[in-house]
């Protein structure tokens, strides 16, 4: 009985329900538009990177929060790959949008016409060195990130290991088996590595260095990161990375020393940049205008001792204060332009040692 009592309460008030909806056509359109923008409310942006996890986090978070109506779906792996990724892709675009990409991979992409140039909100704030020379830009930076040794203190004590201060010194016989460095084809920190030395000792001894270092090479990993991650475990002693992760393990406790060798740092600009083809431009378009905005590089300073936006990077103390000045005057366009060539060369040479994909 109480189930029949129920159902028929639940009959009259559909029927009061439906007498209203027939008085009322306006408050039907009302609900059915309220319905299509609600399903309209949240477009989805594919956004492939380079970025580190942790990054990643964190910058979702801040656009998010800043974007109700566009949620962040991030395809994430190491330069390399999703520079080829991207090439595989030119015919039938996946991604909306790069954001965190090496410039030198934007470069790349640029020449093969793949870049949607766009004047970012807020771009011309941003440092002129570290912006596309496009006018619109096809890319803006975001931060640079560059070449750090990073020296396990308790392993080498374990075996006198003394501390490098150099390239060269990394040739020396006592560090046969010792260094773990990236692969240049997957790792754009590898493919910064390769092209600086090129640039500083000339492209004969660059390869000669590079044949006399491969001695000492235990391997070559595919991501960035890696090495610094295997010197901090004490996997090898030496690991060939960048600043960022290195000041972050050693911040965590690791015990690492960071060596900035002083012939000159290899450097790269993570960047952003729009894709011909994007099923979804103007959510793109926002979250560029985003990464370019103080708030973004603000974020980006809690990771890097270098921005885009002049002012807002503050000293790091693992990080020394002329650090912007031991980069070396790396030509992206001159990397992005010789990176095939220079990839089957190091390919050739070396390839022999890097870990399994």
Not at 135 to 163: H, Q, R, Y
Not at 201 to 220: P, S, V
Request: glycine residues 8%; contains cysteine; positive net charge.
């Amino acid at each position: 009985m109480f189930g029949l009592q129920n159902g028929g309460l639940d009959e009259l008030a559909r029927l009061r329900l439906m007498k209203l909806f027939a008085r009322r056509p306006l408050l039907i359109c009302l609900l059915l538009n309220l319905a299509m923008l609600s399903a309209q409310a949240q477009t989805t942006l594919t956004v492939y990177s380079a970025l580190e996890a942790d990054q990643i986090k964190a910058y979702q978070a801040k656009f998010e929060e800043e974007n109700p109506d566009v949620k962040l779906k991030w395809v994430r792996d190491s330069t390399g790959i999703i520079t080829a990724k991207l090439l595989a892709e030119k015919a039938n675009p996946q991604a909306d949008i790069v954001f965190g990409l090496a410039a030198s991979s934007l470069l790349t992409l640029e020449k093969e016409g793949m870049l949607q140039n766009y004047a970012a909100k807020g771009y011309e704030k941003l440092s002129k060195q570290y912006v596309s020379d496009s006018t619109p830009p096809s890319w803006i930076g975001m931060d640079v990130w560059g070449a750090t040794i990073c020296f396990n203190t308790v392993e080498a004590a374990k075996t006198g290991l003394k501390k490098p201060e150099s390239w060269k010194d990394l040739l020396k016989p006592e560090y046969k088996g010792k260094i773990v460095m990236p692969n240049p084809a997957s790792s754009g920190t590898g493919y910064f590595d390769v092209t600086a030395w090129l640039l500083i000792m000339g492209e004969k001894e660059g390869w000669a260095y590079m044949d006399k270092l491969h001695d000492n090479i235990a391997q070559y990993t595919h991501s960035g990161s890696k090495p610094c991650k295997q010197a901090s475990a004490g996997e090898f002693p030496i690991g060939i990375s960048f600043e960022y992760r290195a000041a972050k393990l050693k911040e965590g406790g690791a015990p690492l020393d960071l060596i900035f060798p002083k012939e000159g740092l290899g450097w790269d600009l993570e960047a952003i940049a729009l894709l011909k083809g994007s099923k979804n431009l103007n959510a793109a378009k926002k979250l560029a205008d985003w990464g370019a905005s103080k708030t973004a590089n603000e974020l980006y300073e809690k990771n890097f001792a270098i921005v885009a936006m002049p002012g807002v990077a503050k000293p790091h103390p693992l990080i020394p204060n002329d650090y912007e000045k031991r980069l070396v005057k790396q030509d992206l366009r001159w990397s992005a332009a010789n990176r095939d060539r220079i990839l089957a060369e190091w390919s050739k040479r070396y390839d022999n040692k890097s870990e399994k994909k």
